[in-house]
């Protein structure tokens, strides 16, 4: 027989009715109450015959001990929502596996709300930036629009085709489609940002609110005392006729952040590429040593970045994804 340990504070109530003990032989002292208004199944389980105190070999301190498959830690987070939040606050799931546990504990033991609230977990950010498919299967499986429709969102940020994942099974060739098709025509609707850039000349109004993009570039010819003149830009204007403004070709590092952008935005529609690349951008500008472009790049960039990100995300926040619920 496995040798038994209790539980953390409240599960050590010495006024608790009956056992629950995990798997891994803890004892949880609970009250039968609260979890028979949070599940009928309980309710159905205390109501059949138990050893009178004392007598039976299933008791302990006179307690009815009951025995359940789950493990301690996923019973300690699954009896915390079954408590009233003046014993036991909610507990934070941040992984998904404990949040699979936990549901499958919930849809086991019929607890309907404490299922819808796991649920709600799958919307937490960590969750959904690790794992944005499994969480998009498992929420539509549960029937939630919300989280299925902002887990899909997460799944912009990853190529257009997945790779295999763990829940798959749990969604059919239909919904996958359905995802697929959104993913593709944000990626269509991110598209015109490229060839129309209004809205990078709409936010700066004149060539003059954004000479970091058009900087004076360095004479050559011109000799200043054999240092480079700080107040021009050594990096050379793009040779590209596409990303001009107000008809001037801008530094050649922007249309290239331009070009590379929007070549993994047709896979990744979705904010975070655009920052990322602003971040490597940030960095090659620096380490490429014009005095004038280093010193301003990272304020400007970022403040474009944010410009385009947003951008993104209002081309596709009007993307249906078109599923039943
Ligand atoms: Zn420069």
Same mark, same amino acid.
């Given at each position: 027989?496995?040798?038994s340990t209790?539980a953390p504070?409240?599960?050590?109530?010495?006024?608790?009715d009956i056992?629950?003990?995990?798997?891994?032989?803890?004892?949880?002292?609970v009250?039968?109450?609260?979890?028979?208004l949070?599940?009928p199944?309980?309710?159905t389980?205390? %109501?059949l015959?138990?050893?009178?105190?004392?007598t039976?070999?299933?008791?302990?301190?006179?307690l009815?001990?009951?025995?359940?498959p789950?493990?301690?830690?996923?019973l300690?987070?699954?009896?915390r929502?079954c408590y009233?939040?003046?014993?036991a606050?909610?507990?934070?799931?941040?992984?998904?596996?404990d949040?699979?546990?936990?549901?499958?504990?919930?849809?086991?033991?019929?607890?309907?709300? !404490?299922?819808?609230?796991?649920?709600?977990?799958?919307?937490?950010?960590k969750?959904l930036e690790?794992e944005?498919?499994?969480?998009?299967?498992?929420?539509?499986n549960?029937?939630?629009?919300?989280?299925?429709?902002t887990?899909?969102?997460y799944?912009?940020?990853?190529?257009?085709i997945?790779?295999?994942?763990? %829940? !798959?099974?749990?969604?059919?060739a239909?919904?996958?489609?359905?995802?697929?098709?959104?993913?593709k025509?944000?990626a269509?609707?991110?598209?015109?940002?490229?060839?129309?850039l209004?809205?990078?000349?709409?936010?700066?109004?004149?060539?003059n609110?954004?000479?970091?993009?058009?900087?004076?570039?360095q004479n050559?010819?011109?000799?200043y005392y054999?240092?480079?003149d700080?107040?021009t830009?050594?990096c050379?204007r793009?040779t590209?006729a596409e990303?001009?403004l107000?008809?001037?070709?801008s530094?050649?590092?922007?249309?290239?952040?331009?070009?590379?952008?929007?070549e993994?935005l047709?896979?990744t529609?979705?904010?975070?590429?655009?920052?990322?690349e602003?971040?490597?951008t !940030?960095q090659k500008?620096?380490?490429?040593g014009?005095?004038?472009?280093s010193?301003?790049?990272k304020?400007n960039?970022?403040e474009f970045?944010?410009?385009?990100?947003l951008?993104? %995300?209002k081309?596709?926040?009007?993307?249906e994804? %078109?599923?039943?619920?």
């Open positions: 027989m496995i040798m209790c504070s409240p599960f050590d109530h010495p006024k608790a056992i629950l003990r995990s798997a891994d032989g803890v004892d949880f002292c009250f039968k109450l609260f979890l028979t949070a599940s199944f309980f309710e389980m205390f %109501e015959p138990q050893p009178a105190d004392g039976g070999d299933d008791t302990k301190d006179g009815p001990v009951i025995p359940v789950e493990d301690s830690k996923t300690d987070t699954f009896l929502f009233p939040s003046t014993l606050e909610d507990p934070l799931l941040d992984s998904l596996a949040i699979l546990a936990i549901l499958g504990a919930a849809k086991k033991y019929s607890l309907d709300l !404490i299922e819808k609230k796991v649920c709600q977990a799958l919307v937490n950010h969750v690790a944005p498919l499994r969480c998009f299967a498992i929420a539509y549960a029937r939630l629009k919300h989280e299925t429709i887990a899909a969102r799944t912009l940020r990853q190529p257009l997945p790779a295999w994942f763990e %829940e !798959i099974e749990l969604i059919t239909s919904d996958l489609l359905a995802l697929l098709t959104y993913h025509k944000c269509i609707a991110v598209a015109p940002l490229r060839a129309n209004d809205w990078v000349t709409n936010h700066y109004g004149s060539l609110s954004c000479k970091w993009l058009v900087p004076e570039m050559p010819n011109r000799s054999g240092t480079p700080p107040t830009c050594s050379g793009s590209q990303f001009m107000w008809n001037n070709t530094v050649s590092w922007w249309a290239t952040y331009m070009k590379e952008t929007f993994l047709r896979d529609p979705c904010r975070d590429i655009v920052k990322s602003a971040e490597k !940030i500008v620096r380490g490429a014009c005095t004038l472009c010193a301003r790049v304020e960039m970022e970045s944010e410009l385009l990100a951008n993104v %995300e081309a596709t926040a009007s993307i994804l %078109e599923m039943h619920f």
